[in-house]
């Protein structure tokens, strides 16, 4: 395919998705990459790479290319991925985050409003192709929406087409196999809807669908007491955030890496809960993140060795999803990073989906047990500039350098 990057510009101006997409900032990705001790000079053109890698193939920098072209048919046969040019000329036309051929498996998904949906459409922009794991009591509103178009706006490329999801698996990650179902839930009419959802079953059906994945994504978490402060937290509510949102990932790499391909690449969420104080996050879900990332290190380590498959953490900003809402002060925690994140703006879902993608291609190929701030830069924050009791470190905030002049 071989629009421009200004042709996709104009098709999405068309479809009136122009705004949504240049809130999406080059300097924001830029930054996140500064942060992995990637060179500015070299962070600069592959923030411009993420912000264009709506259509594969068609990014062009018009700097040296980073990875040499004429290494890629070597990396191919010696198993490790290597970015390729654009056009398969040569040299000059830069690189480009290029999924096609890959498949990816993304758990956590049922609605359009979270960070799974962003990466799931940033990695089918990129060309992969699309398999949701999406839990047993939201399926069938997941599915009756996506089938009467509820989704279709969001579903838009940049290019004009709608990002396609090859197959909806029911999933419930808390549970590996079926002997772990307990009866209660057996018997709820709520997980009456389907079958085979254990991570073991899904993972099977998945290998006999479709053979091998390249990309395993995990956006989910659940604490049922997350609204209750840590020291009021019980040990049951405790267990099961930590079994919802920290155990279900080593269950499903556990269960998938064995058929992903070599070179593959897995990411999971977490956020700055798990190594900063912030009240309210609650019912062991900051001590579930905090694993989580341990995990991700350890992880990385064990399927590395044993797979030849990558294993990172984006570490996000706060954003307004579904389950965001549920803790209850989510429009505080993005007014909060508004106010005091080196960079002042909303975080976008893309921003995270474009850095997924990143760390899903080949570009990515030595990074793993990483955590990747996608946040504004909150992360890097020790006091809060908005509070009334530093007003003089505040107002040492440098004044904006008119470079022009
Ligand atoms: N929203 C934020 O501000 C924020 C910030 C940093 C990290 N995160 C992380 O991002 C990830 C995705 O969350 P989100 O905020 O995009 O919300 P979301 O509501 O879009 O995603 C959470 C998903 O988890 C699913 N889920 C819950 N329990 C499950 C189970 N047992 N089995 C399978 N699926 C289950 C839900 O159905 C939902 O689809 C989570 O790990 C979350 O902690 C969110």
Redo the contacts with the bound molecule.
Sequence with gaps: MAATLSSCKQAAAAAGMAAMHSSVSATSSSAALVSMGVSRRYASNSAMLLRSAFIPGTVSLRSRAVVSNNRSDAGKRSGHAVASSSNGTGGSSGLSIDLRGKRAFI?????D?????AIAKALAAAGAEILL??????LNIFETSLRKGKFDESRLLPNGSLFEIAKVYP????YDTPDDVPDDVKSNKRYAVATGWTVKEVAESVKNDYGSIDILV?????GPEVTKPLLDTSRKGYLAAIS??SY?YVSLLKYFSPFMNPGGSSI?????ASEKTIPGYGGG?SSA?AALESDTRVLAFEVGRKYKIRVNTI??????????KAIGF?DD?INYSTANAPLQKELD?DEVGYSAAFLASPLASAITGTVLYVDNGLHTMGVAVDSPAISKAAASTPAKVNVAA
């Design positions: 758990a956590g998904v049922a609605d409003q979270g960070f799974g949906w794991g999406t839990w047993v009591p939201a999933l419930d990650a808390v995990h956006s989910l978490a659940n919802a949102s279900s999971s969420l977490t956020y700055l879900m993140k570490s996000a900003g706060p954003l307004r999803s579904r389950a965001a989510i925690m879902s």
